[in-house]
């Protein structure tokens, strides 16, 4: 089968590999679609924590094709989604239910062969079924809304809360659906993307700036501005070290900021201390997705979450590599590989 194999550090080949046989407990999976996410560029430029050689792609979907041993409530045939995020179940982290901070986690796409192949193996336990009706596209949204959902529980947004998004890309444009669903009032969406800005209102953000105008902590947090003394909630999702410092900045006293955004690993960024303690702001991290796939794999299957209006490109295995080398096209959202088009 194809595959685009991750080798080291700044080299990607389209490979043929063996077809993955599935063992006791493990589904083998055709892929109808992975998505190219922000993290699969940061592992080619060994910028996020790897284990090459190995087939990237985390966010897919596909039908069972084959099922190993000892599999219960699976069958061939049917549509699943993927948790890439295998956590051990016996480390203290594990015990503590914090899965996500596992001592063994274990990731496909990262640490184990993903979803840019015509196949891939995915644990009984990390599988989650989707309708059959389903856009088969969808499904590769699931991880991605599953990281969202655990920055949004983290935040607390409550009924009439008001919600300062930075980054307009998949993660700020889910972020804001999932604000909507927990009541917010008061919606705002930060971004260069004039594209991005008209979508993210046409899927409940209730305003929206671009911060090439400038001066945008005054317009939104001035006594005239958007959100009059800041927002109750600020959740970064750009990745980017200005908005990791300003999303402070955008909080009211006693806010909430979360860090959902993948920056690097190494780059650093300044904020000020006492100005975190003197409006007594919460800063938050936001890591993976425990024990919010199934919830985002059924959001996906409800249609509470719009997906179709993310879907910038589909192509093939052979386009993948060019994808992830490059940086994302200007208004680019999500561009979904289709392993085994055409």
Known sequence: MKAVRLEAAGQINLCDVDKPRP????LLVRVEACG???????LFNGEFPSEPPLTLGHEFTGIVEEIGRDITGFREGIRITGDPNIACGHCDQCRRGRVNLCRNLQAIGISRDGGFAQYVIVPQNQAFVLPD??????GAFC???ACCLHGVDLAEIRTGSSVAILGGGVIG????QLARLAGATDILLITRSAEKRRLAESLGATATVDPND???????????????GGADVVIECAGVAGTVEQAPALARHGGTVVILGVMPQGEKVSIEPFDLLFREIRLVSSFLNPFTHKRAADLVASGRIKVEPLISRRIGLNEAMEAIRNPARAGEIRTLVLPNLG
């Open 23 to 26: 063992g006791p407990g493990d």
């Open 36 to 42: 190219i996410c922000g993290t699969d560029r940061h």
């Open 133 to 138: 009706d389903l856009n088969p596209l969808y």
């Open 143 to 145: 991880e991605p809304l």
């Open 173 to 176: 444009l889910l972020v804001v």
């Open 214 to 228: 400038g001066g945008i902590i005054e317009r939104i947090t001035a006594p005239d501005g958007l959100l009059p």
